[in-house]
Protein backbone atom coordinates (compact mmCIF):
# COMPACT_ATOMS: atom_id res chain seq x y z
CA UNK A 1 0.00 0.00 0.00
CA UNK A 2 1.71 3.10 -1.12
CA UNK A 3 0.50 6.65 0.76
CA UNK A 4 0.04 9.05 -2.61
CA UNK A 5 -1.49 12.39 -0.85
CA UNK A 6 -3.18 13.33 2.84
CA UNK A 7 -5.12 16.43 3.88
CA UNK A 8 -7.94 17.52 5.87
CA UNK A 9 -11.23 17.87 5.52
CA UNK A 10 -14.45 18.69 7.64
CA UNK A 11 -16.11 15.83 6.47
CA UNK A 12 -16.57 12.57 4.59
CA UNK A 13 -18.56 9.78 4.50
CA UNK A 14 -18.48 6.70 1.29
CA UNK A 15 -20.86 6.80 -1.15
CA UNK A 16 -21.09 4.07 -3.70
CA UNK A 17 -17.49 3.11 -2.84
CA UNK A 18 -16.47 6.94 -3.14
CA UNK A 19 -15.07 9.84 -1.26
CA UNK A 20 -17.72 12.60 -0.65
CA UNK A 21 -15.67 15.28 0.59
CA UNK A 22 -16.60 18.57 2.15
CA UNK A 23 -14.58 21.79 3.38
CA UNK A 24 -11.24 19.67 2.20
CA UNK A 25 -7.36 20.78 1.85
CA UNK A 26 -7.55 23.17 4.99
CA UNK A 27 -4.09 25.00 5.65
CA UNK A 28 -5.13 26.69 9.19
CA UNK A 29 -7.89 26.90 11.64
CA UNK A 30 -8.13 29.15 14.31
CA UNK A 31 -9.76 28.22 18.04
CA UNK A 32 -10.80 30.18 20.97
CA UNK A 33 -7.93 28.28 23.00
CA UNK A 34 -6.55 25.43 24.29
CA UNK A 35 -9.95 23.75 25.59
CA UNK A 36 -11.81 24.20 22.39
CA UNK A 37 -11.89 21.27 20.07
CA UNK A 38 -11.40 21.10 16.53
CA UNK A 39 -13.14 17.80 14.62
CA UNK A 40 -12.08 16.74 11.67
CA UNK A 41 -11.11 14.24 9.25
CA UNK A 42 -7.38 13.11 8.18
CA UNK A 43 -8.04 11.91 4.36
CA UNK A 44 -5.35 9.69 2.94
CA UNK A 45 -5.06 8.68 -0.69
CA UNK A 46 -3.68 5.68 -1.16
CA UNK A 47 -2.57 3.47 -4.40
CA UNK A 48 -2.77 -0.52 -3.44
CA UNK A 49 -0.72 -3.18 -5.35
CA UNK A 50 -1.89 -6.72 -6.04
CA UNK A 51 0.22 -7.85 -2.84
CA UNK A 52 -2.39 -6.07 -0.82
CA UNK A 53 -5.50 -8.36 -1.77
CA UNK A 54 -7.31 -9.36 1.35
CA UNK A 55 -4.28 -8.00 3.46
CA UNK A 56 -5.08 -5.24 6.68
CA UNK A 57 -2.72 -2.29 6.87
CA UNK A 58 -1.45 -0.42 10.12
CA UNK A 59 -1.06 3.39 9.01
CA UNK A 60 0.71 5.05 12.40
CA UNK A 61 -0.16 8.69 13.22
CA UNK A 62 2.43 10.69 14.73
CA UNK A 63 1.27 14.70 15.91
CA UNK A 64 4.47 16.77 16.14
CA UNK A 65 3.77 20.07 17.86
CA UNK A 66 5.04 23.45 16.91
CA UNK A 67 8.27 22.49 19.03
CA UNK A 68 8.88 19.18 17.50
CA UNK A 69 8.07 17.45 20.28
CA UNK A 70 5.65 14.64 20.13
CA UNK A 71 2.77 14.96 21.53
CA UNK A 72 0.19 11.56 20.18
CA UNK A 73 1.36 8.61 18.21
CA UNK A 74 -1.50 5.89 17.39
CA UNK A 75 -2.32 3.02 15.01
CA UNK A 76 -5.56 2.38 13.57
CA UNK A 77 -6.14 -0.82 11.03
CA UNK A 78 -7.21 0.19 7.42
CA UNK A 79 -8.81 -2.98 6.81
CA UNK A 80 -8.65 -4.85 2.98
CA UNK A 81 -12.19 -5.48 2.66
CA UNK A 82 -12.82 -1.38 2.88
CA UNK A 83 -12.91 -0.17 -0.43
CA UNK A 84 -12.61 -2.16 -4.01
CA UNK A 85 -9.70 -1.35 -7.09
CA UNK A 86 -6.22 0.20 -7.13
CA UNK A 87 -6.62 3.75 -5.86
CA UNK A 88 -8.22 3.97 -2.28
CA UNK A 89 -8.70 6.03 0.24
CA UNK A 90 -9.18 6.12 3.91
CA UNK A 91 -9.83 8.42 7.08
CA UNK A 92 -9.51 8.72 10.57
CA UNK A 93 -12.15 11.25 12.58
CA UNK A 94 -10.04 13.31 14.89
CA UNK A 95 -11.53 15.51 17.75
CA UNK A 96 -8.16 17.32 18.35
CA UNK A 97 -7.12 20.26 21.14
CA UNK A 98 -4.50 21.94 20.88
CA UNK A 99 -2.05 23.43 23.79
CA UNK A 100 -0.63 25.85 21.85
CA UNK A 101 -0.97 27.79 18.95
CA UNK A 102 1.42 26.88 15.97
CA UNK A 103 2.25 24.63 13.17
CA UNK A 104 1.55 21.14 14.02
CA UNK A 105 2.86 17.91 11.65
CA UNK A 106 0.67 15.38 11.72
CA UNK A 107 2.78 11.64 9.80
CA UNK A 108 1.21 9.38 8.33
CA UNK A 109 3.14 5.76 7.96
CA UNK A 110 1.51 2.97 6.25
CA UNK A 111 4.13 0.03 5.57
CA UNK A 112 7.22 2.17 5.10
CA UNK A 113 4.85 4.74 3.31
CA UNK A 114 4.91 7.74 4.79
CA UNK A 115 3.42 11.56 4.61
CA UNK A 116 3.48 14.51 6.53
CA UNK A 117 0.07 17.06 6.62
CA UNK A 118 0.67 20.57 8.48
CA UNK A 119 -1.78 22.19 9.86
CA UNK A 120 -1.30 26.16 11.90
CA UNK A 121 -3.07 26.98 14.71
CA UNK A 122 -4.31 29.92 15.65
CA UNK A 123 -6.26 30.66 19.10
CA UNK A 124 -8.82 34.00 18.83
Known amino acids: MIVTGAFFA ?9 AN ?3 GVQDYITLTGS ?10 LL ?32 QSTLHRGENRFWFF ?8 PGRYAFVVTVEGS ?11
Open 10 to 18: DRIETVDNK
Open 21 to 23: ITG
Open 35 to 44: GDVWNTNLVL
Open 47 to 78: QSNPDDAGKDHTATIEIFDPNYESVHKSDSTI
Open 93 to 100: VMPLTFAI
Open 114 to 124: TVSVPITVFFE
